[in-house]
């Protein structure tokens, strides 16, 4: 199976905009999904088919893609959004995670 | 409200076996796709394994083949996990997913579209293979 890249890590600042990227070969012929994970929890989804949210997931919370990279957003980051970011794809050899970003809000 | 509840984590010797299991509830499990994920310790997530609505096809990560196998009872709305010839590096807490999955035929490219993600998770459980 192929594999995804993702930064180890994301800073910012309250209020500001986090951008988490994703790259990976097969990413223009499959979608992408993106979960959030907090310390002791399972993983929440937070978007689907690369840019779709599901239902109870904030406004704040949106998707794109460009070529093999796609793009979680966070616009206004709140201290509660501090947690790991894992993007998802899936192919013909099965499915495959990102190795996680953790976003710490300062 | 969906609930996915794991049990049947613990710890196991290597080369040991064990037996997860997740009961459903919430949705109609009989409709679903669903899968196992883990995560080891401090680690990120792996998709498992998982096992279409019938049970009549089953998929595997390369590093479990022929050591795991995935089942699933839809008359009790349950899933599991056999796992046998356990290693230390199967080390991780286990967790049952409702896997949303389809193909498509995408003809801008030529090739097939596999839509698979996961949309409610259980809590999960927690295997340790050591001695």
């Known amino acids: 199976s192929y594999e995804l890249t993702q930064p180890p890590s994301v800073s910012v600042s309250p209020g500001q905009t986090a951008r988490i990227t994703c790259s990976g070969d097969?990413?223009?012929?499959?979608?992408a999904y993106w979960y959030q994970q907090k310390p002791g929890q399972a993983p929440v989804l937070v978007i689907y088919k690369d840019s779709e949210r599901p239902s109870g997931i904030p406004e704040r919370f949106s998707g794109s893609s460009s070529g093999t990279t796609v793009t979680l957003t966070i616009s206004g980051v709140q201290a509660e959004d501090e947690a790991d970011y894992y993007c998802q794809s899936a192919d013909s050899s099965g499915t495959v995670f990102g190795g996680g970003t953790k976003l710490t809000v300062l | 409200e969906v609930q996915l509840v794991e049990s049947g984590g613990g710890l196991v010797q290597p080369g040991g076996s064990l037996r997860l299991s997740c009961a459903a509830s919430g949705f109609t499990f009989s409709s679903y796709w669903m899968s196992w994920v883990r995560q080891a310790p401090g680690k990120g997530l792996e998709w498992v394994a998982n096992?279409?609505?019938?049970?009549?096809?089953?998929y595997y990560v390369d590093s479990v083949k022929g050591r795991f196998t995935i089942s699933r009872d839809n008359a009790k709305n349950s899933l599991y996990l056999q796992m046998n010839s356990l290693r230390a590096e199967d080390t991780a807490v286990y967790y049952c997913?409702?896997?949303?999955?389809?193909?498509?035929?995408?003809?801008?490219?030529?090739?097939?579209?596999?839509?698979?993600?996961?949309?409610?998770w259980g809590q999960g459980t927690l295997v340790t293979v050591s001695s």
């Open positions: 096992i279409k609505q019938d049970g009549s096809e089953k």
């Open positions: 997913a409702r896997d949303y999955y389809e193909l498509s035929y995408d003809y801008v490219w030529g090739s097939y579209r596999y839509t698979e993600y996961f949309d409610y």
């Open positions: 097969a990413l223009p012929k499959q979608y």
